[in-house]
């Protein structure tokens, strides 16, 4: 449903990667045993709490009620920093006009 | 795999010593630290040992550098510390030298000592002298003036006067008393000789040195006039009373000039003779502070030596100590190395030998920790030390702890002060731990600095997620809402609700953690965030059990108890997963299947509407109802009564199930051993007759294996405590695991009202005032940020968090009934040692 394919690959590989790829190249020693445990333990928290928080939010039941002042100060301010990193680093027209449909600029 | 998921295993060992090796064996075994030796006569008291007499002597040579020790303390020399490595623990045979050493060190100390009392107090009666002689002068000057006669006739009274006509000649006497006691004396000499005396005084400005103690008291110097002998003897006696020191002084003005300069040449002289004996007191000192922390080493290994060998047994030969240890079995080989060294150091030429015993002894629990586990292990140590062998939670602990701790603490800013705090002691934690600092307080932080910068590290991505940072949010990947209301709807409306089943909702959602459009949610923020994080909470204590339990599956392979797997590990197991990890999963599912459908949004189709956040079930009624076999009709309409087919009949199979573990639980075991107890009954009179047949009627090998059987009640007994405490503790944990919902909900509330009543009132400020005004609110929403936020808080989530591992996490697994592995250590001796000094 509301569920998007690029962030769940992204981060479900990183912490994939963390906990799964991590452990096998780790160094040789007494302390090989825990360095995996702790790798495997770390991503699978980590992985655990990030999908939780994304899940929560994939269907919301309600919406955030604000303050008039704060919508309007959002309407006009509220362009993710991701979004204007790329607007600055890449002037391609088409990349633009993508982002413009998509996601960054408002009313 | 490494020794921290179980402890080492560990043999007992029996080890023959020739008696000229054995004080050299001792000594290498102490420096490795790995051999836990056992006392082998228990019933003899200590002073019936064989090495009485050494530990004695070590006892008054560490005496003797005590009191050294207080010696260049009071004269505040720096004692050195031992430069590069410790001293190695010296020949019995230099035991004599160094006795030699610190007796001739003590006299000479002692000597000096009482040198420089007597000159000292003889110092301060000379000292004492000059001031009254000094300041009694002014008393006789005042009362030779001619102009201040009447003063003496007031003092003697008619009486006097009339008493022949001359003047009458008034005895004195002069001395010097503490200051503090000035009052009383006088009250006492008013009183005795009701008023009859006459007392003059003066202080003495500069303090004196009392040769006893050396400490500085204040004095005064006074001078008492009286008429006749009774009162002498009186004001004498008071005087006594009041440890005031007498002096004779002079009645001619004349005799009092010369001997205050008699006094003065004589203080000169000694003042030259203090100060030699001085010098040669620092010089003594100076040189003892060389060396003292390492004779203190020394005699501190050769006492811990001699006590090891108290410990032994001796052969009836008397050519052999025999001793038994405790050894990690994976360290023979250095112990023998060790040994063999020790051999060679005291020239003997017989082997020591280590034999391996048979034990039916449960041996130590020993685990080999480095800096960094070491804390994590404390930690559960804490609780309660592991059975031998049993699975250690400490490796997992070094993860889920930060990570629950952060759960209750997640905040960014907040995180990465204590991570940087955390990460600064570990950075500098050589410099730090050379510092030797004694505050208590520090030394517990300083202990747990990769717990502390763990703990700050998780809080920090908790923080991030729960897009919190000092209660702000960043908007990083750019918001998922957006307005869509127009100017006028926002101009009359003072609040505005976004509709997730319109556009106002991009349809995908933030992806990284929580939408920032929340943190500004000031209405109805709390209602979306406690029903996250109330989740959240469930979903991550129910896993945390779950796993718990599945470390118990690995303490029964291990110890091969097939019949406890099947009797209370599947039921457990069972048992959590149907009742609460199908919670979990219809949390999963809620978040799934309601909400809105995009491309349909605000769709009145009835099979959308179903679907829709309208129809969205409460999970807690859900299962609550599950458990009561309940089917509450949906009082909604439109909406369906399940959340997916077949619901019902699922849920009643969970339950029935889930409830027919418990008997398994409670009666799987005690009814295996009944039956075990009854097989092995028909079997045994076989076996006794052919015993008895083979060794004349002592069956010596099935005895031992009767005192081990409990009574079959205390089984029942111990199986339906066990049982009752899983069952309901699976429900009063799971609700325990809330408290991971309610920490973190008071933390970001306490942190946004920090904001708000303090920083934000500084921000609005306008003006240069406002600037200032500003810096001064800075200040305090930083110390409240540091002291309440930080600290307090991260006090308390620490303690949460402990609850939760110990009583939630550990009560799945972990008995820990064993004894802790206490080898006989130089190092562990010497620390100990060096803290009981201070």
Not at chain 2, 203 to 213: A, K, R, V, W
Not at chain 2, 410 to 425: Q, R
Not at chain 2, 785 to 793: D, K, N
Request: net charge neutral.
């Amino acid at each position: 449903m509301g569920a998007s394919f690029v962030p769940i690959t992204i981060f479900t590989v990183l912490w994939g990667v963390v906990g799964i790829v991590c452990p096998i190249f780790a160094p040789k020693g007494p302390n090989r045993g825990i360095i995996q445990v702790v790798l495997m333990l770390t991503a699978a928290t980590c992985w655990l709490f990030w999908l939780c928080a994304y899940m929560a939010q994939m269907n919301p039941l309600i919406g955030p009620r604000l303050n008039n002042e704060t919508l309007i100060w959002i309407a006009h301010t509220w362009v993710s920093f991701v979004c204007t990193c790329l607007h600055l680093l890449v002037r391609d027209f088409w990349i633009t006009r993508y982002l413009n449909n998509k996601h960054c600029v408002t009313s | 795999m490494g020794s921290l998921f179980r402890s080492e295993e560990m043999t007992l060992c029996q080890l023959f010593l020739q008696s000229e090796a054995a004080y050299a064996c001792v000594s290498e075994l102490g420096e490795l630290g790995l051999v836990q030796f056992r006392d082998l006569n228990p019933d003899v008291n200590a002073f019936q040992r064989k090495f009485v007499n050494e530990v004695r002597r070590c006892d008054e040579m560490e005496r003797k550098l005590r009191y050294l020790e207080k010696e260049i303390r009071r004269d505040g020399i720096p004692m050195l510390e031992i430069p590069g490595e410790c001293p190695e623990a010296p020949q019995p045979r230099e035991m004599i030298d160094l006795e030699a050493t610190f007796e001739k060190l003590e006299n000479e100390l002692r000597e000096v000592n009482q040198n420089a009392e007597a000159l000292k107090r003889n110092y301060l009666e000379l000292t004492e002298l000059k001031h009254i002689l000094r300041k009694t002068q002014v008393f006789f000057d005042e009362m030779a003036d001619p102009s201040r006669e009447e003063e003496q006739v007031t003092l003697l009274g008619e009486e006097g006067l009339m008493a022949g006509g001359q003047a009458l000649k008034l005895g004195f006497v002069a001395g010097v008393i503490l200051r503090e006691r000035i009052p009383a004396f006088e009250r006492m000499l008013w009183r005795a000789c009701r008023g009859n005396v006459f007392l003059r005084q003066a202080e003495i400005d500069t303090p004196l040195e009392d040769p006893t103690s050396s400490d500085q008291v204040y004095k005064s110097v006074f001078i008492i006039f009286f008429q006749g002998d009774q009162l002498k003897t009186r004001v004498k006696k008071i005087c006594e009373g009041f440890r005031a020191t007498l002096y004779p002084c002079p009645e001619a003005p004349a005799d009092r000039r010369e001997m205050a300069m008699g006094v003065m040449t004589r203080i000169e002289d000694l003042n030259t003779v203090l100060g030699q004996t001085q010098d040669h007191r620092h010089r003594v000192l100076v040189a003892a502070a060389k060396n003292i922390k390492n004779w203190f080493v020394k005699v501190r290994k050769i006492k811990a030596i001699y006590h090891t060998l108290n410990l032994f047994n001796l052969d009836v030969t008397q050519k052999c100590l025999i001793a038994e240890c405790w050894v990690p079995a994976l360290d023979m080989e250095t112990i023998q190395l060790a040994l063999r060294r020790g051999t060679e150091r005291s020239g003997s030429s017989v082997p020591p030998i280590l034999n391996r015993m048979e034990t039916a002894e449960d041996p130590p629990t020993y685990n080999r920790t480095n800096k960094f586990t070491f804390a994590f292990q404390n930690l559960i140590y804490a609780y309660g030390v592991a059975t031998y062998r049993e699975v250690n939670p400490a490796p997992y602990t070094i993860i889920t702890f930060p990570f629950l701790f952060a759960v209750m603490f997640g905040d960014l800013g907040h995180g990465a002060l204590m991570a940087a705090f955390g990460f600064w002691m570990c950075y500098k934690e050589k410099p730090l731990q050379a510092k030797k600092i004694d505050s208590e307080i520090w030394n517990i932080f300083f202990g747990g600095r990769y717990i502390i910068l763990l703990m700050g590290l998780f809080s920090m991505y908790t923080g991030i997620i729960y897009n919190d940072i000092f209660s702000k949010s960043l908007n990083i990947f750019g918001s998922s809402w957006r307005n869509n209301y127009d100017n006028s709807t926002l101009a009359e409306n003072k609040l505005l609700q976004l509709n997730p089943d319109s556009n106002d909702y991009l349809q995908s959602p933030y992806p990284f953690g929580i939408d920032p459009v929340w943190q500004l949610a000031e209405s109805n923020k709390i209602i979306f965030m406690n029903a996250y994080k109330m989740k959240i909470s469930i979903i991550i204590g129910v896993f945390h059990m779950l796993f718990g339990v599945c470390m118990s599956l690995w303490n029964h392979l291990y110890f091969k108890r097939r019949i406890s797997i099947y009797v209370e590990f599947i039921p457990q197991i069972v048992f959590l997963t149907l009742l609460f990890f199908y919670m979990v999963l219809l949390m999963f599912i809620k978040w799934t299947s309601y909400g809105p459908t995009p491309g349909k949004l605000g769709s009145n189709d009835p099979e959308i509407i179903k679907t829709s956040a309208y129809c969205a079930p409460s999970i807690l009624i859900t299962f609550i109802n599950m458990m009561l076999f309940k089917t509450d009709p949906n009082t909604r309409p439109q909406c369906d009564d399940v959340m997916y087919a077949g619901q019902m009949g699922f849920q009643k199979l969970f339950v029935i199930v889930a409830l027919l573990c418990v008997p398994i639980m409670l009666f799987g075991k005690p009814y295996y051993i009944m039956r075990e107890r009854k097989q092995r009954a028909q079997s045994q009179p076989l076996a006794n007759t052919e015993a008895a047949a083979e060794n004349g009627g002592v069956a010596g090998a099935i005895q031992p294996a009767h005192h081990a059987d409990e009574e079959i009640s205390e089984v029942f007994i111990h199986q339906a405590i066990h049982t009752i405490e899983y069952v309901l503790g699976s429900v009063s944990h799971t609700a325990s695991y809330l408290r991971l919902w309610a920490l973190s909900l008071a933390h970001a509330q306490l942190a946004e009202v920090a904001w708000n009543m303090l920083l934000r009132k500084g921000l609005m400020s306008k003006g240069f005032q406002g600037g200032i005004f500003l810096y001064v609110v800075f200040a305090g929403w930083a110390a409240i940020s540091v002291s309440i936020l930080v600290l307090m808080e991260g006090l308390s989530a620490f303690l949460h968090t402990l609850r939760l591992h110990w009583v939630e996490f550990q009560s799945k697994f972990y008995a820990g009934e064993g004894y802790l592995f206490q080898p006989f250590s130089f190092e562990v001796i010497l620390d100990s040692a060096g803290q009981a000094e201070e």
